[in-house]
């Protein structure tokens, strides 16, 4: 039961925490609010209306028993004194009581005098308006073929303090909680400009010095995400040139070698290391590849079907499809991206006579995948594909000639964009790639 009732208050309730924290803040407002309007309106206000209307009615109806059974002279001397000092002004009508009713269904002020005047002269016997002055109440009695009307100020049936007291409860409340808006802005934006930077940060972006601000707690949590940010990017600077470092020393002996070979006169031996030389510089090729695959790349808008036709161009092939429905754009590192559909389109060419790359777009994902019909990978080796040097001789490598970095290369490039990379039997009969980058 409680479980079921704690689901729906999290489908109801807002997700972002500055919403969450006006809620605790504003809610006890409102309810403290609404329970002193109703208890005041219910016991104080109500009930003081019924006694004033009550009171208001004995008048009238002392001022009907007056005119009824004293003279002339008496009856003038109380009415001159009423209007004096109780503010009430009467008038003597030959007519009857008007037929047209200006009684308001949901007025309190109109229930208590309708129900005070009908238990005291009957149901035909009154009429009253309250809506055609604006302070003034009209009270017509109908007594001895005869009908009395009174005017009075509407303050002897209610008191002019409810819109005062409404105001006063009302306004401080506003006020309070546009103050608690403000507070909590300046309280909630340090934590969402941590939360903007962990997520660029976490797809590739490099991250400048990041400002801490905020409360203690926030600041302490944006300095230490900063550290983190600054060794995580100096230990992959330190890993790029490490790898470059030893390629570039590397290539002085190995061209050196090339040179000698060159001068060697058996050609069938000098053949034959100069293809592991070759293999050896292109190893090298692929360490670089890697190294760079996390180096530092502004961020851009780029247009994927644009990219995908240039990649289609340097093939120079007629075994590569390309498909889309519109031209789809997308904010990411052009060249972190070129290299890695490049390495798969590469090794899609190399062990299938038919390849196709299509784009889609959906509301939060942009999907390019890559089909072929070569022999595939079988799915017990989809995960350790993805590792660094691993060589899948058996079936098909990724790189005949490469030492297994192809795929490790572009599942870094695409997790450095938010996106993850998925193998599976493609409809071709051999492999399909599908890469989702979040759009």
């Not at 972002?16 to 109703?38: D, H, N």
């Not at 002339?72 to 009423?82: A, H, L, M, R």
Request: proline share 3%; glycine share 4%.
């Amino acid at each position: 039961m409680f479980s079921g009732l704690n689901n729906f208050f999290k489908i109801i309730l807002p997700k972002s925490l500055f919403y969450r924290s006006l809620i605790i803040v504003a809610a006890p407002t409102i309810i403290l609010q609404l329970i002193i309007t109703i208890v005041f309106f219910d016991s104080i206000w109500i009930k003081a209306n019924k006694g004033m209307t009550r009171s208001l009615v004995g008048e009238i109806k002392t001022l009907v028993d007056i005119h009824n059974n004293l003279g002339d002279k008496e009856t003038e001397f109380v009415t001159n004194s009423y209007k004096k000092n109780f503010d009430f002004k009467i008038n003597l009508l030959n007519e009857d009581l008007p037929s047209q009713n200006f009684e308001r269904k949901f007025s309190p002020m109109d229930r208590s005098l309708r129900r005070e005047l009908k238990s005291t002269f009957g149901s035909d016997r009154y009429w009253f308006n309250t809506t055609s002055y604006l302070n003034i109440v009209e009270v017509k009695i109908r007594s001895n073929d005869r009908t009395l009307q009174f005017f009075f100020p509407k303050e002897k049936l209610a008191t002019s303090s409810v819109r005062l007291f409404i105001l006063w409860i009302t306004l401080p409340s506003i006020i309070l909680i546009l103050i608690a808006i403000l507070f909590l802005k300046n309280q909630t934006r340090p934590i969402v400009r941590l939360a903007k930077t962990a997520e660029s940060f976490g797809k590739g972006n490099y991250v400048n010095e990041f400002r801490t601000s905020g409360a203690l707690e926030i600041r302490k949590a944006s300095y230490e995400f900063d550290r983190m940010a600054k060794r995580i990017n100096r230990h992959l600077n330190q890993r790029s040139e490490m790898l470059s470092g030893i390629s570039h020393d590397l290539r002085t002996p190995l061209t050196r070698l090339k040179l000698q070979l060159a001068m060697i006169d058996q050609k069938k031996i000098s053949e034959k290391m100069s293809k592991d030389i070759d293999e050896m510089e292109k190893m090298l090729n692929d360490y670089l590849e890697f190294a760079k695959s996390q180096s530092e790349e502004n961020t851009g808008k780029i247009s994927l079907t644009n990219l995908l036709k240039d990649l289609k161009s340097s093939f120079n092939t007629d075994n590569l499809k390309i498909s889309y429905d519109e031209e789809i754009f997308y904010t990411g590192r052009i060249r972190s991206l070129r290299r890695c559909f490049s390495n798969i389109i590469q090794n899609s060419l190399t062990y299938a006579k038919n390849s196709s790359v299509s784009v889609q777009k959906t509301n939060n994902w942009v999907n390019i995948i890559f089909d072929d019909n070569g022999p595939g990978i079988p799915e017990e080796y989809h995960k350790n594909v993805f590792k660094p040097f691993y060589r899948l001789d058996k079936s098909r490598s990724l790189n005949k000639s490469g030492v297994g970095l192809g795929l490790a290369i572009s599942e870094d490039i695409v997790n450095a964009h938010g996106g993850n990379i998925r193998l599976s039997k493609s409809d071709l009969g051999g492999l399909m790639v599908k890469i989702s980058l979040p759009s």
